[in-house]
């Protein structure tokens, strides 16, 4: 691990106060809010919770004004690439490398500002199963909401590594189950 990410990972909880803004004004202007306008506040958790709060209601906006189908396909189309560019960002502030484990360590650091955890499990050399079996934002979100941000997760993953692949398989907002993903490491050689 490279000087940046030991020093990153070892930051207090408040500190990320302010990528989370960050997140939450940028995630807001890519679902549709051009304004961007936002002012969280209280400390870290509440300010997840009204930022999981105006997520779920811009997704509800999406879905009613367009149907499900449409809506999700629209915050995909929004968020899969904002997600990248953030990875991207991430990858260049931390010194992330381009190795299944930098990606790992690169990733934790930046769910610490959305108080999301994760299990990573190889199954081979190049393909992982991971639980996310703790996120922050989970009780707010419904299904639909849910869905359509993990599409900026998928991103997000290929922009800390373009080598790498996230595609979650199952959505649980709510807490009582873990949501899955199978991650894809695609080495260089041809």
């Known amino acids: 691990m490279g000087v940046r990410m030991k020093l990153a990972s070892l930051l207090p909880e408040a500190f990320f106060k302010i990528p989370l803004g960050m997140v ?6 890519r679902l549709g809010d051009s ?5 969280l506040s209280g400390n870290l958790e509440t300010r997840r919770r009204q930022m999981a709060k105006i997520h779920r209601q ?4 999406l879905v009613e004004k367009m149907g499900r189908e449409k809506g999700l396909a629209l915050a995909r189309e929004r968020l899969r690439p904002w997600g990248v560019e953030l990875g991207r960002r991430i990858k260049r502030l931390l010194g992330v490398g381009d190795t299944p484990e930098e990606l790992e360590k690169g990733a934790r650091i930046a769910y610490r500002a959305l ?3 994760f299990e990573l499990t190889w199954v081979d050399s190049g393909k992982a199963e991971v639980r ?3 996120c922050a934002l989970s009780p707010v979100y419904d299904p639909d909401t849910c869905r359509a941000l993990t599409f900026a997760d998928e991103g997000m993953f290929e922009g800390l590594c373009p ?9 649980n907002p709510g807490g009582g ?14």
């Not at 939450?24 to 202007?29: G, L, Q, T, V």
């Not at 304004?35 to 002012?39: A, I, N, P, T």
């Not at 873990?178 to 080495?187: H, V, W």
């Open 24 to 29: 939450a004004r940028d995630s807001m202007k």
């Open 35 to 39: 304004s961007g306008r936002l002012r």
């Open 58 to 61: 811009q997704v509800g906006a």
């Open 115 to 117: 108080g999301i955890d």
């Open 132 to 134: 996310f079996f703790k």
């Open 163 to 171: 080598q790498a692949r996230l595609v979650f398989t199952e959505h």
């Open 177 to 190: 189950k873990p949501c899955l993903a199978l991650l894809e490491f695609q080495s260089e050689e041809p």
